[in-house]
């Protein structure tokens, strides 16, 4: 819930003017406040939007993509992902957030893992935001745009973790504690590999966690990077709902793709293939920018 993360956020408006301003419950727990008198609605469905002015140009993943996402996350195909991300999470650290948090499958797993913790799960996409809401008693949905800067306040995280979600370098490295963590999942270039050609989704770039390292660099250095490679047993519709929640739902003929998906076994060996790095910061901050 909100009231769980409340003392680590600040006012986005304040933060606009460089004024470092945090945030309250208000009256009626129905609002969040400042003490200059900036107000933001909390949603019945329990998480608030930090995004300023006009909201920014990114609105994140669509309602359709977030309950593909669900659906297969739910049949427990990445559960080793979460497992081997929860890992990656040193024991102790008791403020988690997760940058591009989705439906909060990830962080609700590492809230699990660490009953005293509690986790700010951050998604421009309100869809995503109204999902991580129900998804751990321990954590508070908020819309923010990463891109637009983070409403948390400095150096007050153990770990930020960030899993096939976009990421902005300066910003994670100043909400990070000096001995805090980054974890990242990236995918490699097998991921998911069977489908692209017969259903052509879209591929993953080469060498994704050099180029995730070079971004980094200067802010981050590297502590850990595990390779996870497994093979996922996926039914028609699993195929289905995989295609939905990723960026494949958004480009070619989805007709053609059905005719294609219905020439494939009524199940598919598919592999899930990806890096979870970690890194800790250099202690350098800057306001900068990296994504992949
Ligand atoms: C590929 S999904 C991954 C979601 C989740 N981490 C998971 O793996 O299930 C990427 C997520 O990043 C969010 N996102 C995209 N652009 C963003 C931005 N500029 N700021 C914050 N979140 C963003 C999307 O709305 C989406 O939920
Ligand atoms: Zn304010």
Redesign the pocket.
């Known amino acids: 819930m909100l009231t769980d993360v409340v003392d680590l956020l600040l006012c986005p408006q304040c933060r606009a003017r460089d004024v470092e301003s945090g945030l309250d419950v208000g009256d009626t727990d129905r609002t969040l406040v400042c003490d200059r008198g900036h107000s933001f609605d909390v949603a019945r469905q329990g998480y608030v939007s930090l995004l300023t002015g006009d909201g920014g140009k990114?609105t994140?993943?669509s309602a359709e993509m977030i309950t593909a996402?669900e659906v297969f996350?739910e049949r427990g195909h990445f559960d080793p992902i979460a497992a081997a991300v929860s890992a990656a999470v040193p024991a102790g650290g008791d403020a988690v957030l997760d940058?591009?948090?989705?439906?909060g499958?990830?962080l609700a797993a590492v809230l699990d893992a660490r009953p005293g913790a509690r986790g700010i799960g951050?998604?421009?996409?309100k869809f995503?935001a109204r999902r991580a809401a129900r998804s751990h008693p321990r954590l508070g949905s908020v819309i923010?745009?990463?891109?637009s800067g983070l409403p948390v306040r400095a150096g007050s995280l153990s770990a930020v973790t960030c899993?096939?979600?976009?990421r902005n370098a300066g910003e994670i490295g100043r909400v990070l504690a000096a001995d805090g963590v980054l974890v990242v999942v990236t995918p490699t270039s097998r991921h998911q590999r069977e489908l692209r050609g017969p259903l052509g989704l879209i591929g993953v770039e080469e060498d994704k966690t050099r180029r995730l390292g070079e971004s980094l660099s200067g802010l981050f250095e590297p502590v850990a990077q595990s390779p996870l490679e497994y093979t996922m047993v996926l039914s028609h519709t699993d195929i289905e709902s995989l295609i939905g929640m990723g960026p494949s739902a958004r480009h070619g003929d989805p007709e053609a793709r059905s005719g294609a998906l219905a020439q494939l076994p009524d199940s598919v060996e598919v592999t899930a293939s990806v890096t979870v790095s970690t890194y800790r910061t250099t202690g350098q901050r800057r306001r900068a920018s990296a994504s992949l």
């Open positions: 990114f994140g993943d996402r996350l940058v591009g948090v989705g439906t499958h990830y951050v998604d421009v996409s995503a923010a745009d990463i891109w899993v096939f979600a976009p």
